[in-house]
């Protein structure tokens, strides 16, 4: 990537800002060292392969803060206000390890909602707003919706114990995919476990030649898995027919207004779905009252799983066709369950997006 | 300018190393006193060998100070981003066997996979508020396993030594450690899972691909290798 000069890059950034604040949005600053637990917590070790780790000897471990958006969040809890807009423009920092040539700190101007009024028009303004920011650039945007899936799978006629692997997986396709299988029997039960569902079959003690209990997963945490995995191989496969309702949420690209029509469909079969979709219904409506030509917009049913955990309901992303090389130049969605994660008192309905300068600049020449 | 070899600088692993080149015609020895870390090289011309520690092979091989070393895989790959772009196999030695592997406490009777592991991992953590404990100094390995094979709710712990040890100690609650026979993982009383082997590794040779290659490093490398295949 080329180097941006910085007086350009910085009137960039500043018209982006004015362009949000003008949203009625209020700036903020959050620090750049973010304690490391916090993400630990919500990312899991991957984030260790991201973000820059350091240590202070009072504060622990510290981060170079990766994204901005659990430091606004945590911002807002500690506030007062119940809704509110919020504007920030910085660097964050990732470790680049797999190979492109990105850069390992780059500038981002995000723009955050928490309003729990109307969740559509919410996710409308946002996507209207980036939309209009980026609308010279002639990128392709994308969007998906987590929640259709997540609904999907709170659906399945199948134990709560299952749903829950699942939902758990969801931004982990490929192990979804493997418990999907394993669950609708169409992998075979691994030889170990049949050995071991054998012998509590026959009334063996299982713990008989298996050596101490060490470490602080004790007998009975151990006893209770036994007794789950028992309960779960006499749970019935997932059908065939609900396998293929999540492989058509899952596979489905297609343009905006057809991919409401197709979710319609696999409502009628799998009707938990009816909310999430009928949200669907109401964000295009939303877009389309703000002036979004909607029948050019895509809609991908597995858009956003793979990289941004805690988006749970819309996703967006904006694509420069032209040069596949780039990463996106913006990216956003709704991230309730952040807010759930990170709050004691529950929920704030959020979403927002943020927008990288540096490839507007480039895009722009 | 030499060829510069790295090897190993002590036991076993030096002793073998020696071994493979002698057994293919070169003759690799410490000269000097005892203790001094020098050596010398017979049968090919223009070949210098510098005696390191198996650990620091690889950032050497990878900052171009030496040309060719022979260190284990797994050390190449767990210290090495991109490895494949930094150095070349040139010849795998066929000593110094050691599979790193992911163990539990063979008492976890439904434990047998990852896919176990990472389902006992969830309920760990909500039971105990953290995330299942995995003690090992090879993290970048480790790390790019578990996330391939979709394993969550566990975070690494940084084991240099006895990392068997460290269950019963309560510092961690699997491991993922070094194995050739599986023996102090047993006494330990801790088992390996079953798809749980992230690396097979064994001694090997490894060509820089960041050093200086010049006229005499070149000729000098090509009689080494002709000498070495006979």
Redesign the interface.
Known sequence: MTATPGRALEAEQARLVVRFLAEGAELVDPPVLQPAETLLDLYGEDIRARAYVTRDPLAGELMLRPDFTVPVVQMHIAGTAASARYVYAGKVFRVQEQGVERPSEYDQVGFEIFDSADPAASDAAVFALFSEVLAPLRLRAATGDIGVLMAAVQGLSTSERRKAALSRHIWRPRRFRALLDRFGGRSPVPPTRAALLQRVAAGEDVFAEAGPIIGQRSRGEIEARVEALAADAAEPPVSAGEVELLDEITGLREKAPNALERLRDVAVDLPSISGAVERLAARLDALTARGVDVHTLDFEGSYGRTQMEYYDGFVFGFYAETRPDLPPVATGGRYDALTRALGEAGAVPAVGGVIRPALTLELAR | MTLKLGVPSKGRLMDKTFDWFGARGVGLSLSGADREYAGAVEGVAGVELVLLSAGEIPRELEAGRIHLGVTGSDMVRERL??WE?RVAELAQLGFGQADLVIAV?????????L??L???A???RR??GH??RIATKY??LV??F???????????VDSQGATEGT??N?T??AIADITSTGETLRAN?LKVL?DGVVHRSQATLFRSRGAVWGEAETAAFNGLMETLEG
């Open positions: 981003a991109h772009d406490p063979a008492a976890w009777v439904d434990v047998d996979t896919d176990d990472d389902a006992a969830a309920a760990f039971l105990h995330r299942l993290h970048r790390r790019e578990l996330k391939l094979h979709g394993v969550a709710d566990y975070v690494l269950v019963k309560l961690a609650e009383h079953a």
